[in-house]
């Protein structure tokens, strides 16, 4: 595997979706290519953060003018 073939299956790879296999080539790589591994550190981490820390409360009258937002740029196309 080189470097683009491990970042586009990043994602399944750090959420372990693929196959045993492939976590196996992508962990063979990450053991000789440095930036590889920072990009899967890093990627972990910023997953773990979003998991761990709480929604914001968002106030009612924003949420209203985001909704309004939304749909009138739903409506636009």
Do not use: F, Q, W
Not at 22 to 51: A, G, P, Q, W
Not at 58 to 74: F, Q, S, Y
Request: hydrophobic fraction near 30%.
């Amino acid at each position: 595997m080189d470097c683009k073939e491990i970042l586009e299956g990043l994602s399944e790879y750090i959420d372990e979706e693929l196959a045993e296999k492939t976590c196996l080539e992508i962990e063979s790589h990450l053991k000789d290519c440095y930036n590889c591994r920072v990009v899967v550190s890093t990627l972990r981490r910023t997953v773990t953060l979003y998991r761990e820390v709480p929604a914001p409360e968002i106030p009612g009258d924003v949420r209203t003018r985001l909704h309004a937002v939304i749909r009138l740029k739903g409506e636009t196309g």
